[in-house]
């Protein structure tokens, strides 16, 4: 069972490391040190769930409801756009985020509802876990395997999400001036138009043909 445990570990990592939405909000919490541990717990919650539900069974109702996965791709897209603009307007202003501890006491909701947001109205996410890791992990042979492939997966998403919010809350005192908030106001908000692009693309595709 190692070998179809690793071969989880290396595909959830080849799935996860990608800069995509995620991604991009762990290392800005972490920057900022604004629940940058509750956010990587909740990125990996979301994730233990969606892989579940791909390897368990989930996969058959992505494929039978287009509908829902239209539903979801242009939710993600308004997301994104807005979420871009916000970043890509601070970059542009020079803003900083330096908040007072109230201020971040005020805003963990804000935070979870953004994480929220970002992982569940993100399609690739569906494709990843649903499509990707459903199709495979439904192949193997035994309840056993499978659960050993989703172990792999989900332990890909636990050392990468806490690595990267830990990596960027230790290098927050570099990224905390001015001239590096607004290169990653300008990276997160390039990001997030560059992927709400391309879902806006997938789903006009089917219109086109």
């Given amino acids: ?23 991009a909000f762990v290392m800005n919490q972490g920057v900022k040190r ?16 969606l892989i579940c539900g791909g390897i368990f069974g989930g996969s058959a109702l992505l494929h039978q409801s287009p509908l829902l996965l239209m539903l979801i791709t242009w939710a993600g897209v308004a997301f994104l756009l807005w979420y871009g603009w916000n970043a890509l307007r601070s970059a542009f202003r020079g803003d900083i985020d330096v908040a007072s501890s109230q201020a971040l006491r005020q805003s963990r909701w804000r935070i979870i509802a953004t994480l929220l947001a970002v992982t569940w109205l993100n399609p690739h996410v569906y494709i990843d876990t649903f499509v990707v890791l459903g199709s495979l992990g439904g192949q193997l042979p035994t309840p056993t395997a499978r659960r050993w492939f989703a172990l792999g997966t989900i332990s890909a998403s636990v050392i990468w999400f806490f690595g990267l919010a830990l990596m960027a809350a230790w290098l927050s005192p570099r990224l905390r001036t001015v001239r590096a908030q607004r290169i990653i106001n300008l990276v997160v908000g390039g990001v997030m138009w560059i992927i709400a692009s391309e879902l806006a693309l997938q789903g006009l595709a089917p219109l086109m043909n």
């Fill in 1 to 23: 069972m190692l070998s179809i445990y690793l071969q989880g570990l290396a595909l959830g990592a080849s799935l996860i490391l990608p800069l995509g939405p995620q991604n």
């Fill in 34 to 49: 604004q629940y940058h541990l509750m956010t990587a717990s909740l990125c990996t919650l979301s994730d233990i769930a």
